[in-house]
């Protein structure tokens, strides 16, 4: 049941990340599509006791955390040159 709350809300969160008004709406509707990626994987872990996912799942938030912070730094130093 939880499942189907998570696809739904990662159905949203993607659209979300296609229809966004800014760049930054979609880099953080990346983001959050990562984050819950991450869970449903770790759901699945957890349901077949297979805990290997939960290592790719921690290394996937690690790469999608490093990304957004330097998008943002990108981001803030052409909001310096205007």
């Known amino acids: ?3 189907y709350i998570l696809m739904l809300a990662f159905g949203i969160t993607l659209l979300r990340s296609i229809l966004g008004t800014t760049f930054g709406d979609r ?3 990346v983001n959050a599509l990562t984050y819950l990626a991450v869970l449903l994987m770790a759901i699945y872990a957890l ?3 297979n805990y290997f996912l ?3 799942g921690i ?3 690690i790469l999608s955390f490093i990304g ?3 998008i943002a730094k990108y981001l803030s130093k ?3 040159k205007k």
């Open 47 to 49: 349901e077949t006791e």
């Open 54 to 56: 939960l290592d790719i």
């Open 59 to 61: 290394v996937a938030v």
């Open 68 to 70: 957004t912070l330097s």
């Open 27 to 29: 880099i953080i509707a």
């Open 78 to 80: 052409e909001e310096r």
């Open 1 to 3: 049941m939880f499942e």
